[in-house]
């Protein structure tokens, strides 16, 4: 079916299922989730719905990490190809590291090349910049993103659960 000037009509993949969930490909983590290529994903993680998971250029995400709806972690760009009027013929890809026990915001933007430490928590809609570096233990936010300061688990331990301390 082809599209009318007002682009009203629906592409012939969405007029078949009545379920949009459907059209996404499958993934084990959430049913919203967009997964693409083969990312390395680690035990005990959470993936939200509405997310991209763009394994293409090489990603691998540690155990027990939290992506929150709407992020996006990116291993390409294709910005390079598309105002080069395609002179520059490839899409750029790079791998994209996510250390064990992130944290990612909701709407959070993760790009090519970037490398997050363990145990650290990205803000909801911070952008990060390709190939950016993060220690562990970073609280990251801001567009585009920074350190802003460590993650403190002795603090979010006695705080939030009431432990004295970490064993």
């Known amino acids: 079916m082809a599209h009318d000037d007002n682009n009203t009509a629906a592409p012939p993949s969405l007029a078949k299922s009545s379920d949009p969930s459907a059209l996404l490909p499958p993934n084990p983590y959430n049913r919203l989730c967009w997964v693409v290529g083969e990312p390395v994903i680690g035990a005990g993680c959470w993936i939200g719905a509405f997310t991209l998971i763009d394994g293409s250029g090489g990603l691998t995400i540690g155990a027990g990490c939290n992506i929150s709806s709407g992020a996006q972690i990116l291993t390409h760009s294709s910005m390079r190809r ?28 993760i790009l090519m090349g970037s490398t997050i430490g363990h145990h650290s928590v990205i803000a909801a809609g911070a952008v990060v910049k390709e190939f950016s570096v993060f220690e562990p233990y970073s609280l990251i936010a801001g567009v585009p993103a920074v350190r802003k300061g460590a993650v403190d688990l002795e603090a979010l331990l006695t705080k939030h659960l009431g432990v004295d301390t970490i064993d």
Do not use: K, L, M, S
């Open 82 to 109: 598309t105002v080069t009027e395609r002179r520059h013929p490839h899409v750029d890809r790079a791998p994209t590291t996510i250390g064990d026990y992130c944290f990612i915001g909701a709407n959070a933007v």
